[in-house]
């Protein structure tokens, strides 16, 4: 009987927080899409997420990292391209912004900043900055 009770209670006190609470939220969301922003004038940036990227119903946009080693060398390329065909490569042997990168999989958030080697090419240099984000606001592949 005590297990009753406890059911019937426990179903009244569902019902009335769905009637009085309205809408149910599944927890915060934060989709962003591939910017690039690689104008004239600092900063040199692009961002997005990796998940949002591989579903964009615009096959141009894309984002991500790729880590190459050889017994001589460690480097990365970071590379994105804006759904508006805007592109940003930055290449660096730095081991701190390396390490970084292995935080990264299919559904970060990556953002990574860049210094031109060449100026009339303002969304090609040497990184300066990589951030990796992992959380369950980004949109899984």
Request: proline residues 5%.
């Amino acid at each position: 009987m005590h297990y009753r009770h406890k059911l019937i209670t426990g179903l009244a006190v569902f019902c009335v927080g769905a009637l009085l609470g309205g809408a149910v939220h599944a927890g915060f969301k934060s989709f962003v899409s591939v910017s690039v922003k690689a104008g004239k004038k600092p900063p040199y940036v692009a961002k997005g997420d990796l998940g949002l990227a591989y579903g964009s119903n615009q096959p141009e946009e894309t984002i991500g990292c790729t880590i190459t080693a050889t017994a001589a060398a460690l480097s990365a390329e970071c590379m994105a391209m804006s759904g508006e065909g805007v592109l940003a490569k930055c290449t660096t042997s730095d081991p701190n912004l390396i390490s970084a990168l292995h935080a990264l999989n299919g559904d970060s958030h990556l953002e990574f900043q860049w210094e031109p080697t060449d100026k009339t090419k303002p969304g090609v240099g040497t990184c300066t900055s990589i951030v990796v984000g992992n959380s369950s606001s980004t949109k899984p592949k």
